[in-house]
């Protein structure tokens, strides 16, 4: 559903990097169009989302506010927005009929960052994350304050241990990619 809506949707993304988050939100109120942050991913990192116009000016004008870079993504539209709507719907559609028991384990929303106690909503919830800002560095904040002291990223690249190490350098970071970075973390 996130594929069909993001076909001819004229949206894009950009990484920006070096501006904190009150001076982000000022720069982007000077940009004609629609353009909204989208990811707060650590302090001195948030990805922008908006139409392609939008974002274009945004490369120049936020660099004039003291972005280091703004950096275009390499995807097919402007996700965690409006332009996700019609696909929220139709996964709120497929899947509120479901029940679903409460997390046995630590479940955080990515829509605002804090812990979920409760799954009775699961439906409302993954629709409103569809179309929400995903509070990254809030949720780790909070896992963090919630006593975990080490994460384990898995998948093809060590980008969340990196996002982790700029929010808390305390905390340990290991990723898995492969046998020999499974060896690696399973020994730590």
């Known amino acids: 559903v996130m594929q069909k809506a993001s076909e001819n949707a004229g949206a894009a ?3 920006v990097i070096g501006l904190g988050g009150e001076e982000l939100i000022s720069a982007l109120q000077t ?3 629609f353009i909204v942050p989208v990811n707060f991913n650590y ?3 948030t990805v922008i989302a908006g139409d392609n116009a939008a974002i274009e000016k945004a490369l120049d004008v936020l660099k004039s506010f003291g972005a280091l870079k703004v950096v ?3 995807v097919s ?3 965690h927005t409006k332009y996700m709507d019609g696909a929220s719907e139709e996964l709120y559609d497929a899947i509120k009929d479901y029940k679903a028991n409460n997390p046995s384990l630590l479940l955080y929303s990515n829509a605002t960052g804090e ?3 409760e799954i009775a909503s699961l439906a409302q919830h993954l629709k409103t994350q569809m179309v929400s800002p995903v509070k990254w560095q809030t949720i780790i904040e909070n896992i963090i304050k919630d006593g975990t002291d080490t994460f384990i990223e898995i ?3 060590k980008t969340l241990c990196g996002f982790l190490k700029r929010i808390d350098k305390t ?4 990723n898995v990619e492969d046998e020999k970075s499974l060896d690696i973390t399973l020994n730590n």
């Open 13 to 15: 993304m950009a990484a």
């Open 31 to 33: 940009i004609q169009g």
């Open 43 to 45: 302090p001195g990192q």
């Open 72 to 74: 275009p993504l390499p």
């Open 77 to 79: 539209t402007a996700f």
């Open 115 to 117: 812990k979920v106690n």
């Open 155 to 157: 998948g093809p690249s």
């Open 171 to 174: 905390v340990s970071a290991l």
